[in-house]
């Protein structure tokens, strides 16, 4: 799908990310930046700018005389972002009890009540990017610029991950995370964060043990 002029270098970010995604490009397949730039409508080099900050995201690998392809995602990789992202989630619950409002709080809560309908109703997808949305709240309510940036690689590859845990538990430590949070409680937050995130990356760890893992944007 084409991107419509006049565009810049995040709507052309975008849309290679999204071809990568949804496994319209495959890893493995090359990307070149004249096929893309006439693809696109736009110059070379934003084509070249974009695919360096896809490439700092993890989804693009440039290979020296040969060019730049869609990376092969594995669990190595994402447990990896997991390691990160447990820190500074943590951090983003800490600073989040500073900065929230009750009708913060609220909303915090009732995304994760949201979170849970929609497992009760088996909608995997919805359900995964409503999650995302959840945690995304916190690092915002952080009101810490530089940590979002930082957090953008991670929230990316999290998209790979089907939700795999028992969606009563997750339920449980999104409304402890909360409480902890509206009653600024920093320490609890902070630990509480980790927590939730730790236990994500251990199954991915069980999964990648067993054989079981498969980015759900990579296709047999």
């Known amino acids: 799908m084409p991107v419509q002029n006049p565009v810049g270098r995040h709507q052309v970010r975008e849309e290679i990310q999204r071809r990568i995604l949804s496994g319209e490009s495959q890893p493995g397949e090359r990307l ?81 009540d949201h979170i849970w309908e929609l497992s009760q109703e088996k909608n995997e997808e919805e359900m995964g990017a409503s999650d995302r949305a959840f945690h995304l709240k916190i690092m915002n309510l952080s009101r810490n610029k530089v940590l979002l940036r930082l957090a953008e690689g991670y929230r990316v590859l999290s998209m790979a991950v089907r939700a795999s845990r028992d969606p009563r538990v997750v339920h449980e430590e999104h409304l402890q995370i909360v409480v902890a949070i509206g009653n600024n409680l920093p320490e609890d937050a902070e630990r509480l964060m980790r927590h939730h995130v730790a236990e994500a990356r251990k199954m991915i760890e069980l999964m990648a043990a067993r054989n079981e893992f498969t980015p759900k944007w990579v296709k047999d």
């Open 32 to 112: 070149t930046q004249q096929s893309l730039a006439k693809q696109l409508g736009v110059a070379q080099g934003t084509v070249r700018e974009s695919l360096l900050e896809l490439q700092w995201l993890g989804l693009v690998e440039s290979i020296d005389r040969l060019g730049v392809f869609v990376g092969k995602l594995d669990a190595t990789h994402l447990i990896e972002a997991y390691q990160v992202r447990e820190v500074l989630e943590g951090l983003a619950a800490r600073l989040a009890c500073e900065y929230s409002s009750r009708a913060d709080v609220a909303l915090l809560r009732k995304m994760a």
